[in-house]
């Protein structure tokens, strides 16, 4: 019998600001909502259009972290995790159940929005890996064509 695979590559819009909070353990945890649109074609008209699909992304430790810091509502982002079905029962009794994305790798790839200002700007230090003073940045035109390591 083959292994099983949980795996998730999606690229999106975020549909509202992250919201961090700690576990009871310490750990921070990141929720974000993503919008990945769909290409459909009406049956009817022959129109192509699009339908959003929506998903849960829970991003733990530094890197919630720094989402949390650097991500705001309507930034492209693409993240690559898991999947995790959760199961509960209401108050009223009633079972519920959610299956939500536990982001593994989060990559900042859509531009910053012009109010979004990095912390170094706000008086803290910027996040861009270890030693980096910059924030991270999906816009590779400042670099130039000699920079592109193929």
């Known amino acids: 019998m083959a292994g099983s695979v949980n ?10 600001d992250p919201e961090l909070r ?27 259009g699009e339908r959003p699909n929506y998903f849960d992304i829970d991003v733990f430790g530094a890197q919630g972290e720094n989402c949390a810091q650097y991500l705001s509502k309507g930034r492209q982002v693409a993240v690559e995790g898991r999947l995790r079905w959760r199961s509960w029962e209401t108050q009223e009794g009633q079972k519920r159940s959610a299956v939500s994305v536990v982001a593994s790798s989060v990559q900042f790839i859509g531009p910053r929005d012009a109010g979004d200002q990095p912390a170094r700007d706000r008086g ?21 064509d000699d920079d592109i390591p193929f």
Do not use: H, I, Y
């Open 7 to 16: 795996v998730v590559v999606l690229v999106g819009n975020l549909t509202r």
């Open 22 to 48: 700690a576990m009871p353990s310490g750990t921070s945890v990141c929720r974000l909502g993503l919008a990945v649109n769909e290409r459909t074609k009406d049956p009817t008209t022959g129109e192509w």
């Open 124 to 144: 803290g230090a910027a996040f861009n890996g270890p030693g980096a003073s910059q924030p991270p940045s999906g816009d590779f035109a400042e670099s130039g």
